[in-house]
């Protein structure tokens, strides 16, 4: 019975419980008659538990809310990462607002700490993603009785203005891929082969660092892709990406195996899976060494490839699709892109634009 009310991670005993809740029970025992009976252990009543769950400091809390979004919800360990990042400056904060204790966190303090993070510099999409995982730790909680109640729930999320993506257009894109062959890289046809396929199928980076030979489905012209919430998805895959895969696969992945055993398809010079960080570095390079203007990322690449698709007269859902977007309003930022061309168009060309 005690086990269903204690929250997972809690390291209370039940000699603990038993002391902690001596003065509470205490003036009791005068009055209850003696019984013939196994001994039981005396709970206190769900308020008591509230109190005694709140004592337990913040970075226990933290620790057993990252296992529970690791473990419970299946989240990935990039977005579990990102939650402890947010949670981590949010303890930060109210460590130097001397609070301890969940029971002290109140609505004044979360406000005051997205206030602080907006005075830091961070963007307003930054300051609500902060917002979400506070919001979500502080229903874990409330679900483990740590607090009654969600002091966060009145808060609402800065708003922001729609940004519209970066998007490269067709030749840009022949720039790009063109520069890994003018470029004396040590490995060519894996650097060209992570390109090609970021851009044929929209990949997120981490998808595409996470890619195993045995997701590739070449006799079917697809391959399957793990993507956030551990979602798998099927991409399909254009034949010139599929003879860039395969040059890589001959000539160069066996010499970065070095007689190791992995199944994943992108590796370093080490034999070890390739980072997030050094797809991004190589992306960044490329792009400097085609001329092209500002700031390019592998994210890049995902929108001008779901912006070509729309251009080229794939429908919406498709995009979804194979983006592996959970919500068509996540997707339809694509055919803002689209609008805003055909204004500028518009206001280039109309006599009276």
């Not at 038993?18 to 205490?26: D, L, N, P, Q, V």
């Not at 390109?195 to 980076?205: I, M, N, P, Q, S």
């Not at 919430?229 to 990406?241: K, Y």
Request: hydrophobic share 40%.
């Amino acid at each position: 019975m005690r086990a269903a009310l204690q929250p997972a991670g809690n390291a209370l005993t039940r000699a603990a419980l038993h002391a902690a809740h001596e003065g509470a029970i205490g003036g009791l025992r005068s009055s209850i008659p003696a019984i013939d009976a196994p001994a039981v252990l005396l709970l206190p009543p769900a308020s008591r538990w509230t109190t005694l769950w709140s004592m337990e400091s913040l970075d226990s809390w933290l620790g057993s809310f990252l296992a529970y979004l690791e473990v419970e919800r299946g989240f990935s360990p990039h977005t579990v990462a990102a939650y402890g990042q947010d949670l981590r400056s949010f303890l930060g904060f109210l460590a130097g607002e001397q609070i301890r204790s969940p029971s002290e966190i109140g609505e004044g303090e979360v406000f005051q700490f997205l206030v602080v993070e907006r005075r830091r510099g961070r963007e307003v999409s930054s300051v609500r993603r902060s917002l979400s995982s506070v919001k979500s730790f502080l229903r874990f909680l409330v679900r483990e009785r740590a607090i009654a109640e969600n002091p966060a729930t009145g808060i609402e999320s800065p708003r922001m203005w729609q940004t519209l993506p970066s998007v490269l257009e067709v030749e840009e894109v022949e720039r790009l891929l063109a520069a890994v062959d003018e470029d004396a890289a040590r490995y060519p046809r894996r650097d060209r082969a992570i390109l090609e396929l970021a851009y044929a199928t929209g990949l997120r980076v981490g998808e595409i660092c996470q890619l195993k030979t045995t997701d590739l489905r070449r006799d079917l012209g697809i391959l399957c892709c793990l993507g956030k919430g551990s979602r798998e998805r099927v991409v399909p895959v254009s034949e010139t990406c599929w003879k860039a895969v395969a040059a890589y696969l001959e000539a160069e992945r066996p010499r970065l195996l070095r007689g190791r055993a992995t199944e994943i398809l992108f590796l370093t010079r080490g034999g070890n899976p390739l980072g997030r960080e050094v797809v991004a570095a190589m992306i960044c390079k490329y792009a400097r060494r085609a001329g092209l203007p500002g700031r390019i990322t592998p994210h890049t690449l995902r929108h001008s490839m779901a912006t070509h698709l729309l251009r080229g007269g794939a429908d919406l859902r498709t995009v979804q699709e194979i983006l592996g977007h959970v919500k068509l309003e996540t997707t339809e930022i694509y055919t803002h892109v689209e609008r805003s061309e055909l204004k500028e168009a518009h206001r280039k060309y109309h006599p009276r634009g």
